[in-house]
């Protein structure tokens, strides 16, 4: 097992990606159709997003989704 503690989880680069974006958990949350707390789930580590929704979370925040999920 290779743990690399310096890499950012995907929660982690959600929420960089969302702040350099310029917005919020809840704008987030409606330009996907998802509730503000699952971004905040998501952020923290406490829910996976579903790939059914990773697409479309890149695409709300103008990233990469390989970036995404691999950094």
């Known amino acids: 097992i290779m743990i690399q503690s ?15 974006s310029g917005q919020t958990q809840e704008g987030l949350a409606k ?14 580590g406490r829910a996976e997003i579903l790939a059914s929704k990773l697409a479309d979370t890149a695409r709300a925040l103008g990233a990469d989704v390989n970036w995404i999920l691999y950094g």
Do not use: N, Y
């Open 6 to 20: 310096h890499m950012k989880t995907i929660g982690q680069r959600i929420r960089t990606a969302r702040l350099q």
């Open 31 to 44: 330009a996907i159709g998802k509730s503000k707390q699952l971004i905040s789930a998501w952020e923290a």
